[in-house]
């Protein structure tokens, strides 16, 4: 069973930045496409940025040129998140595909200060 743990979340001042990572159980380029969602309280959970085995990225409009996806060679995939607003915050949920099969993680709590 794959596991996905996301870490790197916190509190942050409006315009501030942090990074996120997606810790996987097995090889990251085991997965056809690693993902980033963020769910707003009370709203439904939203895509924010994914990325390819080959490396192609893709972000929503809300966070495109202040989000950066990225990962290592090993196991991990990173979410640079910059110039950060209230509208940030959200619990952010790693998504990767495996075949047909989706996995998600546990989530973390992204809060950004006015």
């Known amino acids: 069973q794959v596991q996905l743990v996301e870490s790197g979340g916190g509190l942050v001042q409006f315009g501030g930045s942090l990074r996120l990572s997606c810790t996987a159980s097995?090889?990251?380029?085991?997965?056809?496409?690693v993902a980033w969602y963020r769910q707003a309280p009370g709203k439904e959970r939203e895509f924010v940025a994914s990325?390819?085995?080959?490396?192609?990225t893709n972000y929503a409009d809300s966070v495109k040129d202040r989000f950066t996806m990225s990962k290592n060679i090993a196991n991990t995939a990173y979410l640079q998140m910059n110039s950060l607003k209230p509208e940030d915050t959200a619990v952010y949920y790693c998504?990767?595909?495996?075949?047909?099969?989706?996995?998600w993680g546990q989530g973390t709590q992204v809060t950004v200060a006015s």
């Open positions: 998504n990767a595909f495996q075949g047909v099969v989706g996995y």
């Open positions: 097995t090889s990251i380029f085991n997965f056809k496409v």
């Open positions: 990325m390819t085995a080959g490396g192609t």
